[in-house]
């Protein structure tokens, strides 16, 4: 089945600078891929998502990016806010019919 | 917009007591999911329910039951348990199919069984 990797478990960036994570897949058949973030005390939002017809997708500062021929995906946050300061997880799975498979999570803090 | 609300948020069990997580949407969302999370593990899959009247085994499991009562409410069910489920569990929806588009999660439920 698939499993996904995801690094660092955590990381600390000071406000304004850029963050990235990344995780990796191990199936080749998937060709869903979202990113969810979970403030504290909450459960985890999606905040965006990527499909595999594509190899980049932005929304405001926040842009995710996909390389299916080394089966890994980015999360890219420009201009860090304290209010970023999460835990993001990404996740896989086929689009039609299969079991969405999360990363273990990456704790992100924001230094004002 | 109540969304997707899950009860208790707390419990703390005996190892061997039996207890249910109820979980109620009001999305008019087809599929429904449960999830346990753990320190450096992630979300963890343990049933889904596709549609009403259907359920199936995700991930994990071994422990645990679920009934899809109807549309709005799926629940999960610990019959004996253990340490080891000691857990946040999270109840999700879906408007689409089965794990095609985005999950809406309810705030969890923490577990602890002594």
């Known amino acids: 089945g698939e499993n996904v990797e995801q690094h660092p478990s955590t990381l600390s960036v000071q406000e304004g600078d850029s963050a990235v994570i990344k995780c990796t897949y191990s199936d080749s058949a998937s060709n869903y891929f979202p990113w969810y973030k979970q403030e504290l005390g909450k459960g985890p939002q999606l905040i965006i998502d990527?499909?595999?017809?594509?190899g980049e997708k932005k929304d405001q500062r926040i842009a995710v990016t996909l390389n299916k021929t080394a089966k890994h995906f980015s999360l890219h946050i420009t201009e860090t806010q304290p209010e970023d300061s999460a835990v993001y997880f990404c996740a896989a799975s086929m689009e039609y019919g299969n079991k969405l498979v999360f990363g273990a999570g990456t704790i992100l803090r924001v230094k004002s | 917009n109540a969304g997707v609300t899950q009860t208790p948020k707390f419990q703390v069990l005996k190892t061997g007591q039996s207890m249910t997580l109820q979980c109620a949407q009001d999305m008019n969302h087809n599929s429904m999911y449960w999830y346990r999370q753990d320190p450096g593990m992630g979300l963890r899959l343990i049933y889904y329910s596709a549609s009403e009247g259907t359920t199936d085994k995700g991930e994990v499991p071994n422990g645990y039951n679920v009934s899809r009562l109807n549309k709005r409410e799926f629940s999960l069910r610990l019959e004996s348990a253990a340490p080891s489920q000691t857990s946040v569990y999270f109840c999700?929806?879906?408007?689409?199919?089965?794990?095609?588009?985005?999950?809406?999660f309810g705030e969890g439920s923490r577990l602890t069984v002594l």
């Open positions: 999700a929806s879906s408007p689409l199919g089965l794990n095609t588009g985005e999950l809406f």
């Open positions: 990527i499909r595999s017809n594509v």
